[in-house]
C-alpha cells in the first residue's frame, strides 16, 4: 500500500509538472505571436485561417530592401501594443517567391491587411501612429451612430474626408448592431460598411432627431444612403438597393472633392480609372496655397459633369514631394501649378510650351484636355509624346526597309527585256562612235 501511494503521488508531481511546462510553452507562444511573425508557404494559409486572429497585417519584403528594414522597427514597436486586436507577419520574397507572386507582390516593402479571407493593400500611412489607429478603427464597430450632420462631418475628418451615412426612419432596436439589422436598407449598409472598413467611413443617423437636423443632409426624411463631405453638396445615392450596386457605388465614389496625395494613397488614386487632377501648392505658404486650391474647389464643384466626372482631383505638397515631381517638370519656384496625371500610362499635361500661348487656368487646362487640345508630355522627360511614326529609329528603320525592298524585289520578265534592250541600244551606240 505504501509503494503504491508513492507511485501516485509520484504519478500526481509528474502530472503538475507537464500542466505547468505546457502553460509555460503557451504563454511562450502567446508571447511569440505579439511579435512580428516570419510566414512562409508552409505556415501562411494556416496563421490566415486561425479563427483566433481576426485581422493580419502583412508584411513582403527583401532583405536588402532599404524601407523594408527602415519599417521593422516600427513593426516591432507597435505589435505588442496591438496584440488580440491586429497581428503582425512578415514575408520574405527573396525565399517565398511563389507565395509573393500569389499576393501579387511587385516592389518592397508590399504592405497588405488580410480580413474575413480576403487580402487587400493597407491604406495608411507607415508610422506608428497611423498603423496603431488603422488597427483600433478595424477592431471597433464598422458602422458608428450619429446624431447630427456636424457629428458625421467630424467622423468623416478622421478619415479621408468622406463618410457615407444610411438613415431609416422605421428603424428598430436598441444597440447599433440590432438597428442595422432592422431593415434590408440597414442590412446592406451594414455588410458593405464591413467590407469597406479600411477604406471608408461609415455613420448611422439616429431617428430620435428632429426633422431640422435630419434634413441638413439633403436626402428627405424617410431613408436615405448618402455621402457628405464638409463645405461639399451632398450626394444621393439613387442605385438600386443591393449590396453589389452599392459597393460599387462606395468604391467609385469614396474620393474627398480634393484629396491631398501622399505615399500611402498615390498609387490607389492613380489606378481609380480616371487621370488626376493635381494642385501642387506650397502648404507653408497659405497665401499662395489657399487662393490656388479655392480656385480648383471651384472647378470641381462647378464644372460640367461631362468634363469634372473624368478626373479625380486634387492636392500635393510640392515642397514636400519635391524630387518626386521633378519628373514633371514641377520645380519649388513655380509653386503652385497644375497639371494632369494619367498614372498607368505615364503621361502628363500642363500649360502649353508655345511662347506664343498664354497661361491658361486650372478650368481651360481641363477643359484643352478633356477635347484633346493638349499635347500630352512623358513623365520623366518633359518633351511632348510624338506619334509613334515620327520616332527617328522608326523613319530610320522604314527607309532601311524600303532600301532593301528596292534591291532584292524580284525583276520581272518584262523589265529585263527592256533592261536588255537598253543595253544593246547603248552597245550599238558605241560601235557607232568607233
Same mark, same amino acid.
Given at each position: 500500500?505504501?509503494?503504491?501511494?508513492?507511485?501516485?503521488?509520484?504519478? $500526481? +508531481? @509528474? &502530472?503538475?509538472?507537464?500542466?505547468?511546462?505546457? =502553460?509555460? #510553452? !503557451?504563454? %511562450?507562444?502567446?508571447?511569440? /505571436?505579439?511579435?512580428?511573425?516570419?510566414?512562409?508557404?508552409?505556415?501562411?494559409?494556416?496563421?490566415?485561417?486561425?479563427?483566433?486572429?481576426?485581422?493580419?497585417?502583412?508584411?513582403?519584403?527583401?532583405?536588402?530592401?532599404?524601407?523594408?528594414?527602415?519599417?521593422?522597427?516600427?513593426?516591432?514597436?507597435?505589435?505588442?501594443?496591438?496584440?488580440?486586436?491586429?497581428?503582425?507577419?512578415?514575408?520574405?520574397?527573396?525565399?517565398?517567391?511563389?507565395?509573393?507572386?500569389?499576393?501579387?507582390?511587385?516592389?518592397?516593402?508590399?504592405?497588405?491587411?488580410?480580413?474575413?479571407?480576403?487580402?487587400?493593400?493597407?491604406?495608411?500611412?507607415?508610422?506608428?501612429? $497611423? +498603423? @496603431? &489607429?488603422?488597427?483600433?478603427?478595424?477592431?471597433? =464597430?464598422? #458602422? !458608428?451612430? %450619429?446624431?447630427?450632420?456636424? /457629428?458625421?462631418?467630424?467622423?468623416?475628418?478622421?478619415?479621408?474626408?468622406?463618410?457615407?451615412?444610411?438613415?431609416?426612419?422605421?428603424?428598430?432596436?436598441?444597440?447599433?448592431?440590432?438597428?442595422?439589422?432592422?431593415?434590408?436598407?440597414?442590412?446592406?449598409?451594414?455588410?458593405?460598411?464591413?467590407?469597406?472598413?479600411?477604406?471608408?467611413?461609415?455613420?448611422?443617423?439616429?431617428?430620435?432627431?428632429?426633422?431640422?437636423?435630419?434634413?441638413?443632409?439633403?436626402?428627405?426624411?424617410?431613408?436615405?444612403?448618402?455621402?457628405?463631405?464638409?463645405?461639399?453638396?451632398?450626394?444621393?445615392?439613387?442605385?438600386?438597393?443591393?449590396?453589389?450596386?452599392?459597393?460599387?457605388?462606395?468604391?467609385?465614389?469614396?474620393?474627398?472633392?480634393?484629396?491631398?496625395?501622399?505615399?500611402?494613397?498615390?498609387?490607389?488614386?492613380?489606378?481609380?480609372?480616371?487621370?488626376?487632377?493635381?494642385?501642387?501648392?506650397?502648404?507653408?505658404?497659405?497665401?499662395?496655397?489657399?487662393?490656388?486650391?479655392?480656385?480648383?474647389?471651384?472647378?470641381?464643384?462647378?464644372?460640367?459633369?461631362?468634363?469634372?466626372?473624368?478626373?479625380?482631383?486634387?492636392?500635393?505638397?510640392?515642397?514636400?514631394?519635391?524630387?518626386?515631381?521633378?519628373?514633371?517638370?514641377?520645380?519649388?519656384?513655380?509653386?503652385?501649378?497644375?497639371?494632369?496625371?494619367?498614372?498607368?500610362?505615364?503621361?502628363?499635361?500642363?500649360?502649353?510650351?508655345?511662347?506664343?500661348?498664354?497661361?491658361?487656368?486650372?478650368?481651360?487646362?481641363?477643359?484643352?484636355?478633356?477635347?484633346?487640345?493638349?499635347?500630352?508630355?512623358?513623365?520623366?522627360?518633359?518633351?511632348?509624346?510624338?506619334?509613334?511614326?515620327?520616332?527617328?529609329?522608326?523613319?530610320?528603320?522604314?527607309?532601311?526597309?524600303?532600301?532593301?525592298?528596292?534591291?532584292?524585289?524580284?525583276?520581272?520578265?518584262?523589265?529585263?527585256?527592256?533592261?536588255?534592250?537598253?543595253?544593246?541600244?547603248?552597245?550599238?551606240?558605241?560601235?557607232?562612235?568607233?
Amino acid at each position: 500500500m505504501k509503494t503504491g501511494k508513492k507511485n501516485w503521488k509520484f504519478t $500526481s +508531481i @509528474i &502530472a503538475l509538472l507537464v500542466i505547468v511546462t505546457t =502553460n509555460v #510553452v !503557451v504563454s %511562450v507562444q502567446d508571447f511569440a /505571436d505579439v511579435s512580428v511573425k516570419e510566414l512562409n508557404s508552409e505556415n501562411l494559409d494556416r496563421s490566415l485561417a486561425d479563427p483566433s486572429v481576426g485581422l493580419w497585417f502583412l508584411k513582403f519584403y527583401a532583405p536588402w530592401c532599404g524601407h523594408c528594414k527602415q519599417l521593422a522597427p516600427t513593426l516591432d514597436k507597435v505589435a505588442p501594443q496591438l496584440a488580440g486586436k491586429m497581428a503582425f507577419g512578415k514575408i520574405d520574397c527573396t525565399v517565398e517567391k511563389r507565395v509573393c507572386e500569389k499576393f501579387g507582390v511587385k516592389s518592397y516593402p508590399t504592405l497588405k491587411i488580410h480580413r474575413d479571407g480576403v487580402t487587400f493593400p493597407y491604406p495608411g500611412e507607415r508610422s506608428a501612429e $497611423s +498603423i @496603431i &489607429a488603422f488597427a483600433e478603427k478595424m477592431s471597433s =464597430n464598422s #458602422v !458608428v451612430e %450619429v446624431s447630427s450632420y456636424d /457629428d458625421a462631418i467630424e467622423l468623416g475628418l478622421k478619415g479621408n474626408g468622406v463618410v457615407f451615412v444610411a438613415y431609416d426612419s422605421e428603424v428598430e432596436g436598441e444597440t447599433v448592431e440590432e438597428k442595422l439589422q432592422s431593415s434590408l436598407r440597414l442590412q446592406i449598409f451594414s455588410q458593405i460598411a464591413r467590407k469597406q472598413q479600411a477604406m471608408a467611413s461609415f455613420a448611422l443617423l439616429s431617428t430620435n432627431k428632429e426633422e431640422g437636423e435630419i434634413s441638413k443632409f439633403g436626402a428627405g426624411n424617410e431613408a436615405f444612403y448618402v455621402k457628405i463631405e464638409k463645405d461639399v453638396p451632398s450626394e444621393i445615392y439613387t442605385g438600386a438597393l443591393k449590396s453589389t450596386d452599392f459597393l460599387e457605388y462606395v468604391q467609385n465614389e469614396n474620393f474627398a472633392l480634393i484629396t491631398e496625395l501622399g505615399a500611402s494613397n498615390f498609387r490607389a488614386m492613380g489606378d481609380a480609372g480616371k487621370p488626376l487632377a493635381i494642385a501642387v501648392i506650397n502648404k507653408s505658404s497659405p497665401k499662395t496655397s489657399a487662393p490656388f486650391l479655392t480656385e480648383l474647389r471651384n472647378v470641381a464643384i462647378n464644372l460640367t459633369s461631362e468634363i469634372k466626372d473624368k478626373y479625380v482631383f486634387c492636392s500635393m505638397d510640392g515642397i514636400k514631394w519635391g524630387r518626386f515631381l521633378n519628373q514633371f517638370d514641377v520645380k519649388g519656384g513655380d509653386l503652385p501649378t497644375f497639371f494632369i496625371l494619367d498614372v498607368p500610362k505615364k503621361k502628363y499635361w500642363d500649360q502649353p510650351d508655345s511662347a506664343e500661348a498664354s497661361t491658361l487656368s486650372i478650368e481651360e487646362i481641363l477643359k484643352a484636355h478633356a477635347k484633346g487640345d493638349l499635347p500630352a508630355k512623358v513623365q520623366g522627360s518633359g518633351k511632348i509624346a510624338s506619334p509613334w511614326y515620327f520616332n527617328p529609329w522608326v523613319i530610320f528603320g522604314m527607309v532601311m526597309v524600303s532600301i532593301t525592298i528596292f534591291f532584292l524585289w524580284p525583276i520581272s520578265e518584262s523589265e529585263k527585256r527592256e533592261i536588255n534592250a537598253t543595253k544593246s541600244s547603248k552597245e550599238d551606240d558605241l560601235k557607232k562612235d568607233k
